[in-house]
């Protein structure tokens, strides 16, 4: 095969290490060197959150990424390690009794799961909501149809993750609650679907993360897309965190080439292939093998967009974010979305009020050029659909938050502005009220009657 993803290699990076995929998990924290060194009573912490919210961090994100004499400040081990303050304090306390008293796994897992309802395992209606039907009537699991163009497929060999992030807004998906969990390994399913719904421009393969998926899998899924009757789907996406936990994913491991020729087949049939990475933090991007995975990819054809949530304890400081886009535009890579903290698991530890998001959101894009404010955002993926603050302004006496929406549930919402009273604690829509003494924002009509007709 004809091409520059085999041969070529950054002579200034010299030959890359492959690296063997070592991982941790709530059962092996204490097998990790660096953190048998920390003090007990942190470890005793560590244990008790993991045994609630999910944890699994693999060894090259605790050798390269990790600045251990920075811990527990450090924002890559924020972003992977769990903190005691991540659980509201009487959960905490139930749970460290039963680590206390020695209590069995059973015990502690059925505790879990209790205290794990009280953390919107669901949010944004996602298991009722946006699931499509068959003809038939029946519930198409692992597919999700939100918005008219794009349409989310959940590939059930891609429900786990290289290492979790303690913010996850799908963490429901990593706790073994099988009838909790959105997944399919039927691709037929998602063809059949693709194929009559001719309005779908967009398929985001999302997870977890499908790029822990062995690449003849992702090839069973993908390469349908080549026929003529599935050419209206113009767009690939595919949701990942693998540039940062695990970039020999695109670089050493044994089938790194395969996926890249996949890659390579789809942009050459014309498709537009994205990856959608997944960043908060510009230390992701620093490493050597991260920025050979970024180029590798790129010389397939493939662009790679960047999106993550803005987040206390990790990146809630204009510099951090300004240094992420600039960093990122070096690379090539395309700021997309900077999220809100969704309303759901840990939330209480890295939420950041709407009014302070927008002045980071703000201070950050005026530190950039033009190249670096192509990310939309703040924007919160609520029931309706993405809403985004666009500032704060005082109208007739009032000050009030300008929002609008850039993804709806009713294409019809989109970018409409509207407003909210402004509330300097607010962390999520559902905290908002209408501006101007309207009873309700324009949309709540109509949503309360998509949700009458799901049968909510
Ligand atoms: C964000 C999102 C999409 C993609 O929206 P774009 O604005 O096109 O990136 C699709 N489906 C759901 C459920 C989403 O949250």
Partial sequence: MNS????????????????EFRVFNDRSLDRIPAVAALPEAMRFEMRVVASVLPFRVNDYVIEELIDWDRVPDDPMFQLTFPQREMLEPGAFERMADLHR???SRGEIQALARELREDLNPH???QLELNRPSEEAGEVITGLQHKYRETVLFF?????????YCTFCFRWAQFVGDKELRIASTDAGLLHDYLRSHTEISDLLMTGGDPLVMKTKHLKAYLEGLLEPDLAHVQTVRIGTKALTFWPYRFVTDSDADELLHLLERLAEAGKHVALMAHYNHPHELRTPIAREAIRRVRDTGAEIRAQGPLLRHINDDPGAWADLWREEVRLGIIPY???VERDTGARRYFEVPLAR???IYREAMQQVSGLGRTARGPSMSAEPGKVEIQGVAEIQGEKVFVLRFIQARNPDWVQRPFFARYDDQATWLDQLQPAFGEERFFFEDELAAIKAASGE
């Fill in 357 to 359: 998001a927008w002045e």
């Fill in 101 to 103: 008293k020695g209590a």
């Fill in 337 to 339: 979305y900077m999220f």
């Fill in 123 to 125: 949010p944004a209606g």
């Fill in 4 to 19: 520059v993803v085999q041969f070529y290699r950054d002579p200034e990076l010299g030959a890359v290490e492959s690296r």
């Fill in 155 to 163: 590939p059930g060999q891609g429900q786990t993750c290289h290492s």
